[in-house]
C-alpha cells in the first residue's frame, strides 16, 4: 500500500447512518439542467467535476456533462499560478475566464484551485516565484497574487482552496516547502487572511491528499484545524482529495471519522478531488463500483457537502497522462486505460455515476 500511496503522493503531490447528512449545496442540478425534461432529484451534497476550459470548448461531451449532472466545477490546471501568473508581472486569466463563464451560463457554483501549492512536484508554483529567494518580496509576491486572483473573481468564485496540500506527502508534518521556509510556518494563516481581505463572502479551504490511508496524516490536519480555529483564523472547510486505489484497502470508517472529526471543529469538508482507477491486477469493474459507494455513503454519512471528480469522462482523467503515468511507478507499469470516472470515454453514464447519484440524493 505504502509503495503504491507514496508513489502518487510524490507526483501530487461502514456504516451509514442516513439520517446524519446535513448542509444542503447551494446549487442543485435542478439549477444546472439545461437539457433534460424530467427535474432531477435534490442532493444533499453538491456534485463537482474538475473541467479544462480546452475540452469544455471542444467536441468532447463534457460540456453538456457538467451542465447536465453537476453542482460545481474545479479548473484542474487554469487557475492555479504556474497557468495564471506566467511571469512577476502578468497574468493569464484565459482559461480560467472561461471555466467562470462556463460555470455562470450552467447555474453551476466554481470552487478556485488552488492558491498556495508548493509540493516540489506539483504544478502549482511558477519558476520565477520559486527563485524569488528574498522573504520580504516573495511575501509580498505571496500576498499580492492571492488578493489578485481573489478580487478579480469576488463574487464568482464561490469557494477557494487557499491552500494545497500543506503536509509532507506521507507523515503528519507540515512540508518545508518554499512558502514554509520564506514566510514562516504561519504562511497558511496568511494566505487564509488574505483571501478573506480580497473577497469577505468567499468560503475559504485547505485541501490535503492521502489522509483516508494514513491516520496519522489524518489526525495532523485535524490539529491543524483545531489550531486555526482557535486563533480566530478564517476557515470555512476543508477538502480531502481521496485520490483512491483498488490495490490499497480503504479502511472502512476512515473517511467518515475524519469528516465528524473536522466537523465537530465547525467546518464544511468535501472529497475535491475523487477518482477510482482500476487496479493493476483487478480488472473487474464492479470492484471500482464498491470503493465509489463506500467513498459516496461514508461522505454523505458523515455530512460531506460535496463530492467532486478529478475529471468528467474516463478520457479527461490527469491519470492516463504520459507525464503523470511517469512519475509514478504504479502507474508506469499500467499499459491499458485506468478509467477511474462516472462517465466513460463516450460520455456514457457508468454504474458508479447511479451509484453516487443514489447516495447523493439519500434522505
Ligand atoms: C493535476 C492535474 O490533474 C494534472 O493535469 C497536472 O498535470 C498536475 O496536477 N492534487 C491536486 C491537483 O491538488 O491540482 C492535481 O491536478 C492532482 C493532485
Not at 60 to 87: G, I, Q, Y
Not at 129 to 153: C, H, M, S, W
Request: charged share 20%; proline share 7%.
Amino acid at each position: 500500500m505504502s509503495l503504491l500511496v507514496s508513489s502518487v503522493l510524490a507526483l501530487s503531490s461502514c456504516s451509514t447512518d442516513r439520517t446524519a447528512a446535513t448542509a444542503p449545496p447551494t446549487t442543485t442540478a435542478t439549477t444546472a439542467t439545461t437539457t433534460s425534461a424530467a427535474p432531477a432529484p435534490q442532493r444533499v451534497a453538491r456534485l463537482g467535476a474538475a473541467v479544462s476550459a480546452e475540452r469544455l470548448a471542444s467536441a468532447e461531451p463534457d460540456a453538456e456533462l457538467v451542465a447536465r449532472h453537476f453542482d460545481s466545477v474545479t479548473p484542474e490546471n487554469a487557475m492555479k499560478w504556474s497557468t495564471t501568473r506566467p511571469s512577476a508581472t502578468t497574468w493569464n486569466w484565459v482559461g480560467a475566464d472561461a471555466i467562470v463563464e462556463f460555470a455562470e451560463r450552467s447555474g453551476l457554483d466554481v470552487r478556485g484551485h488552488t492558491l498556495v501549492w508548493g509540493q516540489p512536484s506539483g504544478n502549482g508554483m511558477p519558476p520565477w516565484l520559486k527563485e524569488t529567494l528574498n522573504p520580504a518580496d516573495f511575501t509580498a509576491a505571496v500576498l499580492d497574487g492571492i488578493d489578485t486572483q481573489v478580487t478579480r473573481y469576488r463574487g464568482r468564485v464561490q469557494r477557494w482552496d487557499v491552500v494545497n496540500e500543506p503536509f509532507e506527502a506521507l507523515s503528519g508534518e507540515l512540508q518545508k516547502n518554499v512558502f514554509f521556509e520564506r514566510m514562516g510556518p504561519d504562511y497558511i494563516e496568511q494566505a487564509l487572511r488574505a483571501a478573506r481581505a480580497a473577497d469577505p463572502d468567499a468560503e475559504l479551504w485547505i485541501n490535503e491528499n492521502a489522509t483516508e490511508y494514513l491516520p496519522a496524516k489524518a489526525d495532523a490536519l485535524v490539529e491543524l484545524v483545531r489550531g486555526l480555529k482557535g486563533r480566530g483564523v478564517p476557515l470555512d472547510g476543508v477538502g480531502l482529495q481521496t485520490h483512491l486505489f483498488l490495490d490499497a484497502p480503504l479502511p472502512a470508517g476512515a473517511i467518515a471519522d475524519l469528516i465528524g472529526g473536522l466537523r465537530e471543529l465547525g467546518v464544511d469538508v468535501a472529497l475535491t478531488e475523487v477518482d477510482v482507477p482500476g487496479g493493476s491486477a483487478n480488472r473487474d469493474p464492479t470492484a471500482q463500483q464498491a470503493l465509489w459507494k463506500q467513498v459516496a455513503d461514508e461522505c454523505v454519512a458523515a455530512g460531506c457537502v460535496e463530492l467532486t471528480t478529478w475529471g468528467v469522462t474516463d478520457a479527461s482523467t490527469w491519470l492516463d497522462s504520459p507525464t503523470v503515468r511517469a512519475g509514478i511507478p504504479f502507474l508506469e507499469s499500467f499499459t491499458v486505460p485506468t478509467r477511474p470516472l462516472l462517465f466513460d470515454e463516450s460520455g456514457q453514464a457508468k454504474p458508479a455515476f447511479d451509484i453516487i447519484e443514489e447516495a447523493l440524493t439519500r434522505r
